[in-house]
T-cell receptor
């Protein structure tokens, strides 16, 4: 158990809709990152939040947005869903400039867009 | 363009043998490199980290090497067991803020 929980575990949306995914980080962690993992691929970095501000972003369009709250919980919002957004969305928490750089992943939210 | 390539999609070995997985990268300058294990339907689990100024790291039956000249990391599992069967992901740490870039993974199957 990593102490990182995500909800919902599975959901189905239709093209054009909006979705919000939630993550609760492990206690004491001050960074949270979101990754998209398509079937058979490695996780792709979406963005990271540190102290409630975006602190790095991968190659994802602005319709992917996020929030980090003072209690280090986090949300990933995706607007105008497309079929290619179907994937496992992973949240990972860690320490800023931690000695190990280890990321603690949740079990993910599997999104299907029809 | 930037690439992270893991040697093969799947690797099958016999129990007791050493599994060797490869991670090659192009047009990245990672400050460190990590290896993760991922089981089906689960999130990745951290195994080992090696920094750019380190050649080798060990943890129990696991060993990782990092050659910044070859731009390659090797991940070894000695005395492999069926329970080691999983997908193994390498990830490059680009800076100190946990911005990790992952390879596609290698699916390891250890047969009894």
């Amino acid at each position: 158990e990593t102490g990182v929980t995500q909800s919902p575990t599975h959901l189905i949306k239709t093209r054009g809709q909006q979705v919000t995914l939630r993550c609760s980080s492990q206690s004491g962690h001050n960074t949270v990152s979101w990754y998209q993992q398509a079937l058979g691929q490695g996780p792709q970095f979406i963005f990271q939040y540190y102290r409630e501000e975006e602190n790095g972003r991968g190659n994802f369009p602005p319709r992917f947005s996020g929030l980090q709250f003072p209690n280090y919980s986090s949300e990933l919002n995706v607007n105008a869903l497309e079929l290619d957004d179907s994937a496992l969305y992973l949240c990972a928490s860690g320490w800023d400039r931690g000695i190990t750089g280890e990321l603690f992943f949740g079990e993910g939210s599997r999104l299907t867009v029809l | 363009s930037q690439k992270i390539e893991q040697n093969s999609e799947a690797l099958n070995i016999q129990e007791g043998k050493t599994a060797t997985l490869t991670c090659n990268y192009t047009n990245y300058s990672p400050a460190y490199l990590q290896w993760y294990r991922q089981d089906p339907g689960r999130g990745p689990v951290f195994l080992l980290l090696i920094r750019e100024n380190e050649k080798e790291k060990r943890k129990e039956r696991l060993k990782v090497t990092f050659d910044t000249t070859l731009k390659q990391s090797l991940f070894h599992i000695t005395a492999s067991q069926p329970a080691d069967s999983a997908t193994y992901l390498c990830a490059l740490g680009l800076n100190n803020n946990n911005d990790m870039r992952f390879g596609a993974g290698t699916r390891l199957t250890v047969k009894p």
